[in-house]
């Protein structure tokens, strides 16, 4: 069974604190990417890497950064978090020439 | 601009009742178009997806999707909703062929026993 698996479910951070989001996926994939989910919002997404060491902005990259060292890990960070960052953050990856994207279940991420 | 559009933001139906629920797409060249489902608190899965051919595409969970180039609109419809298909629901175009997906603002849908 394909499996993308974000490290934490839930996460209450403080403002200013750097925060690490860490995924991992077991298919091999080379596509990995980040949303973020808002209600009313949709997803919307932040960075991807279609390689190791390879990272591409998305829609709305401000306030963070990305690290991808090895290929079936994808990290998220935030250098100083805000309060407006508190949101659902979602993993997904995908193999190249095929579109269909596999999620993580998400972290919930409260910044206080 | 590539965008998705989903013009219902909370849809209610009786359980055993039918369901569609709307997307329209702004796409250049032939879309890559896929329907995902959240249930509470979790990731997303995917219900299914039309790359080409039949435009009428079958999914998982007894739903189906009608590609209409002519109206740029990929519903997603169900004959008889289940009160375990509660959830919310996302329609995405696809950026590329690398899975970089362009998602709508979501439908949540609630059934009515």
Not at chain 1, 5 to 29: A, I, N, P, W
Not at chain 1, 63 to 78: A, D, N, P, Q, T
Not at chain 2, 32 to 43: A, M
């Amino acid at each position: 069974d394909v499996k993308v698996t974000q490290s934490s479910r839930y996460l209450v951070k403080r403002t200013g604190e750097k925060v690490f989001l860490e995924c991992v996926q077991d298919m091999d994939h080379e596509n990995m990417f980040w949303y973020r989910q808002d209600p009313g919002l949709g997803l919307r997404l932040i960075y991807f890497s279609y390689d190791v060491k390879m990272k591409e902005k998305g829609d709305i990259p401000e306030g963070y950064s990305v690290s991808r060292e090895k290929k079936e890990r994808f990290s998220l960070i935030l250098e100083s978090a805000s309060t407006n960052q508190t949101s659902m953050y979602l993993c997904a990856s995908s193999k190249t020439g095929n579109t269909e994207a596999f999620f993580g279940q998400g972290t919930r991420l409260t910044v206080v | 601009a590539q965008s998705v559009t989903q013009p219902d933001i909370h849809i209610t139906v009786s359980e055993g009742a039918s369901l569609e629920l709307r997307c329209n797409y702004s796409y250049g060249a032939t879309p890559y178009l896929f329907w995902y489902v959240q249930s509470p608190g979790q990731g997303l899965q995917l219900l299914l997806k039309y790359f080409s051919g039949d435009t009428l595409v079958q999914g998982i969970k007894g739903f189906e999707a009608e590609f209409k180039r002519s109206q740029s609109s990929f519903n997603l419809r169900k004959p008889s909703v289940h009160w375990s298909d509660a959830a919310e629901y996302f329609c995405a175009v696809a950026r590329g062929s690398q899975g970089n997906l362009i998602f709508g603002k979501g439908t949540k849908l609630s059934v009515k026993p």
